[in-house]
């Protein structure tokens, strides 16, 4: 039998209990609503408010300062004595205003009835018209109802008329007398209005109570002043690896200020985007509406917390920091984290395909310009690069240009021959650097050395027929324009071509003699220009040339390499394909010289030599790079840091690695074939970030072509133009295309350099630049830089042609000249002005004049039919400083003037066009001389 | 201190200027040549036989003249630092005349923004073609004997070189200063700066193939006459 | 000196090591119940638990391993399951000595004495509710549930680990083949969870925590529980790192680890290793041994048992019932028996017929 009311355990003490859970429990309720509500990019956009705020305030107390105080009180007193004297009129004010109305009323009235009257003048037209076509007795009757319609309407309208202009008058009058008083208010309110603005914006900025509701949880779905600011992009995808999905970035959610003006010294993440004219603005090429953020800057656009949003630290120090802040932490499974700053450029070519340079791109561009100038391409397969040239020089011929001991010392330490070459270092390298290893790769350098001794062809060298003086082929050097892409010597400053210091210690003089004469002979490749020199200046560069000596290197020891070595390195090999004991077998049967030669090429196919050189035997040999062309995406996981220590980025790798090519075998026990290749360059930290921001920039991610910078016809033949520029080093002569010629530097008068080609495509005739460019002729004799022929072929020289051209606005079309007709009375005017400016004294016309002499001779005018376009003439005589920066040409009509003002009416625009024709339609003496030839260049007495 | 200083130059400055005549406080001096007078080179004229006409007994190079009594002549002087005070630019402007196919005068001074007054006296193409690197450029064709072309330069510059292209041998220097304080020597080596202001200053002489020198100089009152003596050695 | 203190742990860390530690534990807890669950002892073992928590929180990787959001309810496990199995226990030992002295047990006592539903079940229940309430609203706020970036099929995580109630079964994998360990033991597990009450149809020990009546299925239960399931989740859990090898519990999880795996089949052993005579092709003729190996391991400890000193519960359940509580039984001593033959002989498979993908 149960007890009676048994107590199991003390209920008020579960009720108290109870209280204290339930108070506990309605706490950890709140806190769950306040976690969810709590969003740190709320605590942003508050303090972007705040921001604001002062700002606003300042913009007031500024506009306070800026009235001007006594204009106010003045304005003011004006104002309320205006006031005064309206009350005092106010009775007539208001019989005025009563009036007014009794007189609207009156309109109305009168109104309503045109406006019936009008209806049924419209009815009776109607019918009236109607009855009349069908012929129906009605007609008429209509018609006469149409007559008197009308002149009641006539009635009618003349009294409206009336009415309305009593009215205007009347209401003129009440107006007067209010005019001053308005008028003296909108002044007031004029003075005061910048301030108002101010204030307005000031109140609204300023949190109150009802922004806090308004921000409430739970009430926030209506109308919250803090909210989540997005841009759709229908364009753009991200790619979440098994779908592609349409960007939304947040960024703006915290980056309050970016797309707008005044905030560029606001603490970030409120700052002003850079260059706004160029990003973000609508009238910029990439307004936020379409671009968004994250296909420039990567990361994750949906993302709205700032470890979210994948931001990347830009160095240790930052990250520790951000731990500390943010609790920052990387976002591993996102693959696209954000650029770091430097590195943003590499997203410019996802839009920005297939052009040499992109615009504005500093860094990615010069990222690129070093990838092709150090023959990555050589070795590794980018998509888009591919087919470019090699950057070194062709080998088929070398045993003619050095002896073997100058190439083992070079292959051990290119830098001590020439400390600006491009030559990467590939032997005795970090993971190579152990006493047998170092044996090892003497054995491999000699065997190279060995096979391409004996696999590259003799070249035939010719011998200089006339002893070289190497103090005048100095002068050639400095003079006929070697330096546009050499230096030699510590002149010039182009690092194009190779430096050509300490040739005597490298090769000999036939050999550069016979190189100079036509290096196309050696090398039909080769990007050397022929400069159509004489026998005797070639010999004398040659004898100059070869005076230079690297006496240091010439001291180095040679390399010798242990026979124990060699054995070594062909077993390994065999060892590849056969057993243990077959290889040595094989190895017994070898002598000393064929094991170098195998030794030599294993080497060169394990080095991949054959990227950068022409060699006899790897002419279809595959690269041995890694593929890079989606590198900018590479995996983390993928790519191998070894037992070094740095941050897990890819950036971070890709800098490391270019640093210091080999570090990740250290530490790590590898065979020798197993090793890393990559050869040294010894690039500066400056130079590999500009690599890197590059190889960010190599990906396959597709972007919508609605959405790239997709270049027209005529822009991708400026492109290919670019490249062939680009490969020829045009711009190390001349300037060209926005980039300065190099030579320019160093050439004191601009007068004496090689002239600015910008323009070119309106100033000469295509068929003329064709056959030019295929083979140059001297324009400008008293110039010692010649332009070189490049050997073009028709192709490369049409391109060049449509460059020029559509860099210029022109059309292409090759065709000749049409010359408009003119006077014969003009002509004669510009025959007499042509002499009267006495022109012949520069400009040598023929043989004839050429005997009244000129110290400096000018382009021959003869060329000017077949080579000027007619109308650069023009602009050209107007002022040619304009054309040409620092030509010798004078203008001769200053300011719009003319020296001779009884000339065609002392028009000058006349005197040019008659000068002008009068030169195209010179014809030049039957016993002058077809071409002209180069005349040596008279060295002008200062 | 510096206050003071301007103040007192400030007040100097007032009293000087209301009494013109007073205010003539003068910086003369001579420039010497120590050693002996290089030789001058021939100069061919042929290529242009106007100017071969003109000088029928040859001409000689000008870039160094050295003067009868040891001095250097077209040595252009000028005070470097210390002027105070703007100098508007005088209106009426400096004569360069192309005479002989030679440039009169070779050293000249000239203000910012006074105007060059560019004749042609002879009866052959010359050109004009000045290369400051401070203001723009011009090259200016004058075919017509007896013409007359006005330019300026904008900015100051020391010295600016003025060269025909036509005539290779010809060529002219111009220090565009912001004030009028320069000189050129003469054939007695001469040079004279007139109305200088009392302070202190640096004086500085050029010349084209020995170069620079400086020398400081502090004039107390005014009506001084001072006296500077500069010596290149050859 | 902490640092000594967990290089020593992490040294004696293996396999081996843990899984003997714990069937040593296991097997003082069953033999001695009475003794381990009193206060005196389970004290100073709580003690030691929290104290080796303490002292590994202040390592930050086994902070970031016992932290992550997915681990915290397993070591909560450990506290819970434990926590139930000492209370059961104690009861249990408690009720022993009661019966001996001739008392009733607990349960009976306080079946006589019986109160209101309302309030004491339901108002009790109810604020323990509100404070289970309270525990799940500021875990949610205080531990996120881990919501990564999207999948990236290319990056696959290593470890990659089975959920939490497969761990045990995912560490099986290490000794067995997949069919065996995940068709196999499953289904047996499952089955014989099901054939117990079938099996152990005595009503005398029921409705009471009793130990010496059923000490035999008490330890049988709890071996399987603790040492078969728990144990090896926990090993799952904790010690199991990249590549599934093994590390301490303040060993960094090094992903480049290489353990060298040398294990060889049976019939390997047999003809290779012993007889010199190679493997014969057949299939059957190779694992002829292993499969009778197998048989005999069934067949032989059931009938002797069966003769000897289990001939009362042969009698008690029939022989039905026997068989299939001893081949469930031995199915269980299966698994730690291949571990140690494992460990000790470097033992792959017992039967290995890789042309029918089954092994044993």
Request: aromatic share 10%.
């Amino acid at each position: 039998m149960p007890k009676e009311n048994p107590t199991l355990y003390s209920v008020p003490k579960t009720t108290m209990w109870f209280a204290i859970v339930s108070l506990i429990l309605l706490g950890s309720l709140i806190w769950t609503v306040y976690a969810d509500y709590a969003r740190e990019w709320k605590t942003w956009q508050r303090q972007f408010v705040r921001l604001k705020l002062e700002k606003a305030r300042a913009e007031l107390a500024q506009a306070e300062q800026g009235v001007d105080v006594k204009k106010l009180e003045e304005l003011n007193r004006r104002h309320a004595e205006a006031q005064k004297s309206l009350a005092a009129r106010r009775a007539e004010i208001r019989r005025l205003q009563k009036d007014l109305a009794k007189r609207d009323l009156e309109l109305g009235k009168v109104r309503t009835r045109a406006q019936d009257l009008k209806q049924y003048e419209d009815s009776y037209k109607y019918y009236f018209e109607e009855y009349r076509l069908h012929r129906d007795p009605r007609a008429a009757e209509y018609e006469a109802k149409l007559g008197e319609v009308r002149a009641e309407a006539e009635k009618v309208k003349r009294e409206l008329e009336g009415l309305e202009a009593a009215r205007e008058i009347e209401a003129r009058q009440a107006d007067e007398y209010q005019a001053g008083e308005k008028e003296l208010a909108i002044q007031i309110e004029e003075l005061v209005k910048a301030k108002k603005t101010a204030a307005a914006k000031v109140k609204k900025l300023n949190p109150s109570l009802v922004t806090e509701l308004l921000n409430a949880p739970m009430l926030d779905f209506i109308a919250p002043t803090l909210r989540i600011q997005q841009v759709v992009l229908e364009d753009l995808r991200d790619d979440y690896h098994f779908i592609q999905v349409q960007k939304v970035d947040r960024c703006t959610t915290c980056h309050l200020g970016i797309d707008q003006k005044g905030f560029e010294d606001a603490p970030q993440p409120f700052r002003t985007h850079p260059k706004p004219e160029l990003f973000l603005s609508p009238s910029s090429p990439h307004p936020i509406e379409k671009v968004g953020c994250t296909v420039c800057h990567s990361g994750s656009g949906h993302a709205v917390s700032f470890t979210e949003a994948a931001h990347t630290p830009r160095n240790e120090e930052q990250m520790k920091e951000w731990q500390k802040k943010y609790r920052w932490r990387p976002m591993e499974k996102w693959d696209a984290k954000m650029l770091p700053l430097d590195h943003t450029e590499a997203s410019c070519a996802k839009c920005h395909r297939n052009v040499v340079e992109v615009p504005q791109a500093e860094r990615l561009n010069r990222g690129r310009r070093m990838a092709e100038t150090y023959g990555c391409f050589g070795c590794h397969k980018i998509e888009g690069f591919e087919n470019r040239w090699k950057v070194g020089p062709s080998l088929f011929n070398v045993q003619s240009k050095v002896k073997a001991d100058w190439l083992t010392r070079w292959l051990a330490d290119p830098k001590s021959f020439r400390a600006s070459t491009r030559m990467p270092q590939i032997f005795h390298l970090s993971n190579a650097s152990a006493p047998e290893e170092k044996k090892i790769n003497d054995a491999a350098i000699e065997g190279i050395a060995a096979y391409l001794m004996k696999n590259s062809d003799a070249a035939e060298l010719a011998e200089p027929p006339v002893p070289g003086d190497a103090g005048r082929g100095r002068k050639l050097v400095e003079e006929t324009g070697c330096l546009g892409c050499h230096t030699v010597d510590g002149k010039g400053t182009s690092r194009f071509g190779p430096e050509l210091s300490g040739l005597g210690s490298k090769t000999s003089a036939a050999w550069v003699f016979t190189w100079v004469k036509d290096p196309k002979h050696f090398s039909p490749d080769t990007r050397m220009p022929n400069l159509r020199l004489t026998d005797q200046e070639a010999s004398d560069i040659a004898a100059y040339l070869v005076s230079l000596k690297n006496e240091a290197f010439e001291k180095t020891p040679p390399v010798r390499p242990e026979p124990a070595a060699v054995d070594w390195l062909v077993l390994e090999n065999f060892k590849k394909t056969m057993r243990a004991s077959e290889a040595e077998a094989e190895l017994a049967k070898m002598s000393p010289e064929a094991k170098l030669q195998f030794v030599g090429k294993s080497s060169i196919a394990h080095q991949g030599c054959y990227a950068c050189h022409d060699i006899k035997g790897f002419e279809e040999a595959k690269p041995i790079g890694t593929e890079l062309s989606d590198h900018g995406r590479k995996d983390i996981h993928q790519l191998d840091f070894g037992l070094i220590h740095i941050e897990h980025t890819r950036h971070g790798w890709f800098f490391q690695k270019l640093k210091e090519p080999r570090i990740f075998d250290r530490g790590k026990v590898k065979a020798y074939y197993e090793k890393l290749r990559m050869p040294d360059f010894n690039f500066t930290d400056e130079e590999a970030g500009a690599l890197v921001t590059f190889l960010l920039s190599l990906t396959r991610e597709e972007i919508p072509l609605e959405m790239q910078r997709l270049l027209n016809l005529k822009e991708q033949a400026v492109e290919s133009g670019r490249l062939l520029v680009s490969k020829f080093n045009c711009q190390g002569c001349h300037t060209l295309d926005g980039k300065t010629a190099e030579v320019r530097g160093f050439i004191e008068e601009a007068g004496n350099a090689p002239p600015v080609i910008d323009g070119e495509g309106a100033k000469v005739q295509q068929k003329w630049l064709h056959e030019f460019l295929r083979q140059p002729v001297t324009i400008r004799p008293w110039l010692t830089y010649r332009m070189p022929t490049f050997g073009f072929s028709d192709d490369h020289a049409k391109e060049l042609v449509e460059y020029f051209s559509y860099l210029a606005g022109e059309d292409v079309s090759y065709r000749g000249l049409e010359l408009p007709d003119v006077s014969l009375e003009k002509l004669g005017d510009g025959k007499m002005l042509f002499e009267k400016f006495q022109c012949v004294k520069c400009h040598k016309l023929d043989k004839a004049s050429a005997m009244l002499g000129a110290s400096f001779l000018a382009p021959d005018l003869v060329l000017s039919k077949a080579r000027l376009q007619p109308d650069w003439v023009i602009e050209w005589l107007k002022d040619p400083q304009v054309l040409q920066e620092g030509t010798m040409m004078p203008t001769f009509f200053p300011d719009g003037s003319t020296p001779l003002p009884d000339v065609l009416g002392g028009d000058p625009q006349q005197q040019i066009e008659a000068i002008r024709d009068y030169l195209f339609r010179y014809a030049p003496d039957e016993d002058a001389p077809a071409e002209t030839p180069p005349p040596a260049p008279v060295t002008p007495k200062s | 201190m510096k206050t003071m200083l301007a103040l007192g130059v400030a007040f100097a400055l007032i009293f000087t200027a209301g009494l013109p005549a007073a205010d003539a406080a003068t910086l003369a001096g001579k420039v010497a040549f120590e050693g002996t007078a290089p030789v001058a080179e021939k100069m061919a004229m042929d290529a242009d036989p106007t100017c071969q006409m003109l000088h029928p007994d040859g001409a000689v190079a000008d870039d160094v003249i050295v003067n009868s009594n040891g001095t250097l002549k077209n040595v252009f002087v000028y005070v470097k630092e210390g002027v105070t005070g703007t100098f508007p630019a005088p209106t009426d402007a400096v004569q360069f005349d192309q005479h002989g196919c030679q440039y009169t005068p070779k050293v000249f001074g000239i203000q910012v923004n006074q105007p060059l007054e560019i004749i042609n006296s002879d009866n052959t193409l010359h050109n004009v073609h000045a290369l400051p690197q401070n203001s723009k450029e011009f090259n200016l064709g004058m075919p017509i004997q007896g013409m007359k072309l006005k330019k300026t330069f904008t900015s100051p510059e020391v010295m600016v070189k003025i060269k025909c292209e036509v005539h290779p041998w010809m060529s002219a220097y111009a220090g565009v200063l912001e004030h009028p304080f320069y000189g050129v020597t003469n054939e007695e080596g001469a040079f004279e700066i007139k109305n200088l202001p009392p302070g202190n200053y640096v004086v500085e002489t050029w010349h084209e193939k020995y170069g620079a020198q400086t020398q400081n100089v502090t004039i107390a009152g005014a009506d001084e006459a001072k006296e500077l003596a500069f010596s290149y050695k050859g | 000196m902490i640092e000594a203190v967990k290089q020593a742990i992490n040294s004696f860390s293996s396999p081996v090591t843990i899984f003997s530690a714990s069937l040593a534990m296991f097997a003082l807890f069953v033999l001695f119940p009475r003794q381990i669950t009193s206060p005196w002892c389970t004290v100073p073992i709580l003690l030691l638990v929290l104290a080796f928590f303490a002292v590994g929180l202040t390592d930050e990787h086994f902070v970031k391993i016992v932290t992550a959001p997915d681990n915290v309810p397993i070591v909560a496990m450990i506290f819970i399951a434990g926590y139930f199995t000492w209370y059961a226990m104690r009861k249990a030992c408690l009720n022993d000595a009661r019966l001996e002295r001739g008392e009733p047990t607990f349960e009976k006592t306080e079946t006589d004495e019986k109160v209101l539903v309302f309030p004491y079940l339901i108002y009790i229940e109810f604020v323990v509710a509100l404070v289970y309430a309270i525990g799940l609203v500021l875990w949610s706020i205080l531990l996120k549930a881990p919501l990564e970036e999207p999948a990236n099929p290319t990056v696959a995580p290593n470890p990659s680990k089975a959920p939490w109630y497969f761990l045990g079964l995912q560490e099986m994998l290490v000794y067995f083949d997949p069919w065996i360990a995940g068709v196999l033991f499953p289904t047996l597990i499952i089955i014989g969870l099901c054939a117990i009450p079938y099996i152990d149809r005595d009503p005398q020990p029921a409705g009471f925590y009793c130990y010496k009546q059923r000490r035999p299925m008490v330890i049988v239960f709890l071996f399987g529980y603790w040492i078969l399931w728990i144990l090896l989740i926990l090993v799952g859990t904790f010690l199991r790192g990249p590549n599934w090898n093994f590390f301490g519990p303040f060993e960094v999880w090094d992903v480049h680890k290489v353990v060298p795996l040398v294990n060889v089949n049976l019939s390997d052993f047999i003809f290779i290793k012993g007889l010199g005579w190679g493997l014969p092709k057949q299939w059957f003729l190779r694992e002829a041994p292993g499969i009778l190996l197998c048989l005999l391991y069934f067949m032989v400890p059931t009938t002797v048992a069966a003769k000897t000193w289990l001939k009362k519960l042969v009698e008690k359940l029939g022989p039905v019932r026997y068989s299939v509580l001893m081949i469930l039984l031995l199915s269980m001593l299966a698994l730690p028996i291949k571990m140690y033959l494992r460990w000790a002989f470097n033992l792959k498979y017992i039967v290995a017929i890789p042309e029918f993908f089954f092994n044993i």
